[in-house]
């Protein structure tokens, strides 16, 4: 995983970790569901990322 994606994902991570904390505060329940979607979205890049990042190194062993 490249320097800008792990930043990219952390800051999304934080964002969305923000918008479901402002919602617990505001009791908005669209804003908390929007938060927790984000964070989602982040651990699932950074999971693909891992993955990716296995398979490179295998391949690289490999030779």
Do not use: W
């Not at 904390?21 to 651990?43: H, I, P, S």
């Amino acid at each position: 995983m490249g320097l800008g994606d792990k930043i990219k994902n952390q800051a999304q991570d934080l964002s969305g970790k923000a918008k479901e904390k402002l919602g617990d505060a505001t009791d908005n329940q669209d804003m908390q569901a929007e938060g927790l979607k984000d964070q989602a979205g982040a651990k699932a890049k950074k999971a693909g990322e891992e993955v990716k990042d296995a398979a490179h190194d295998v391949k690289r062993d490999l030779k």
